[in-house]
């Protein structure tokens, strides 16, 4: 099971940074490196909660203006996390996605990186498919039954701390890796401590892991 963002797609700065800059546009200023340790790996509405929670109500039209600025600056700045293609291209593995960003931000993302005809595996969104999202292990146990999987012998892709939790809770075997350009001093020590089984720099080491 792949995580989406920060581990197919390298999207996690791109996505913070434009949520940073709107947020102080509205007068909620806060750092790039804030939004990375509060937000990554979260769907909206709970990052939604955690944004008012500290700076109050936020404004109506926000999600919708932070997603039209993403996908704007998507066909430019978006790439996959190095390694990825190759990855999933030399794997043979039964597959799918299970990610707590929207169906329409991982269609656009598979579609620019030639992906969305050969990804091979169902996509799951924690905004579409389960009531609570990633720390949660609801997404992941939807993904497991939907595939007919059991949770004991899947591997989950995860790069930020709710998903790591999410995948431990769920029973499944969690890499954490560590390959986006989001990733920061200690974060390898972060994903360990939050429940991961194995955490790893670059796709090369997951093959190394399933191969063994």
């Keep these: 099971m792949f995580d989406y963002d920060g581990v197919v797609a390298d999207s996690e700065l791109l996505n913070n940074a434009i949520l940073v800059d709107l947020l102080t546009e509205i007068g909620m200023p806060m750092t790039l490196d804030e939004a990375l340790s509060a937000y990554v790996g979260k769907r909206w509405l709970d990052c939604l909660a955690l944004i008012e929670a500290r700076f109050g109500p936020c404004p109506d039209g926000l999600q919708e203006e932070w997603t039209r600025r993403c996908h704007a600056r998507a066909p430019l700045e978006l790439a996959p996390v190095p ?4 990855f999933m291209r030399s794997r043979d593995e039964r597959r799918c996605i299970a990610s707590s960003s929207p169906l329409d931000w991982i269609h656009m993302g598979l579609n620019r990186f030639g992906l969305a005809s050969t990804f091979g595996g169902p996509i799951y969104s924690a905004t579409a498919h389960v009531t609570r999202g990633k720390p949660h292990p609801d997404l992941f146990l939807h993904a497991a039954a939907e595939m007919q999987a059991d949770p004991a012998r899947t591997l989950v892709i995860e790069d930020s701390l709710s998903g790591v939790m999410a995948g431990a809770t769920a029973g499944m075997t969690v890499v954490g890796l560590c390959a986006g350009g989001h990733m920061r001093d200690g974060d390898g020590d972060r994903l360990r401590h939050a429940g991961a089984h194995h955490v ?13």
């Design 83 to 86: 390694g990825a293609l190759d």
């Design 200 to 212: 790893v720099d670059d796709y090369a080491a997951i093959s190394t892991i399933l191969d063994a």
